[in-house]
């Protein structure tokens, strides 16, 4: 599985940006599909995550503010991110889980890409 990110850039607090990460290969291995990301000198941590059923998941941080979305038909999930704070600096990575009896537990990253939110 492959997984191909884009969307990062530079923006001001208060502002948007979208990610989207498409994944391809072996995709009929993967069921979960979102986004973590790590901010410098800090661990990675989950933002949200989405299954192809549709539940989604969110941390704290970012409730109320981003919204994770799936096209499954595009095998490709989005992180729409409203209302950015300077907090939310960091290199975001996509991720998916594997769902099948051999890839089980193992996560496929993408290469982060970097969102810098200016206050």
């Known amino acids: 599985v492959q997984l191909q990110a884009s969307g990062g850039g530079l923006v001001q607090a208060g502002g948007s940006l979208r990610l989207s990460c498409a994944a391809s290969?072996?995709?009929?291995?993967?069921?979960?599909m979102g986004w973590y990301r790590q901010a410098p000198g800090k661990r990675r941590e989950l933002v949200a995550d989405?299954?192809?059923?549709?539940?989604?998941n969110y941390a704290d941080s970012v409730k109320g503010r981003f919204t994770i979305s799936r096209d499954n038909a595009k095998n490709t999930v989005y992180l729409q991110m409203n209302s950015l704070k300077p907090e939310d600096t960091a290199d975001y990575y996509c991720?998916?889980?594997?769902?099948?009896?051999?890839?089980?537990?193992?996560?496929?990253w993408g290469k982060g890409t970097l969102v810098t939110v200016s206050s």
């Open positions: 991720n998916a889980k594997g769902a099948t009896n051999w890839n089980l537990g193992m996560d496929y």
């Open positions: 290969g072996n995709i009929y291995t993967i069921n979960a």
């Open positions: 989405t299954t192809s059923a549709g539940s989604a």
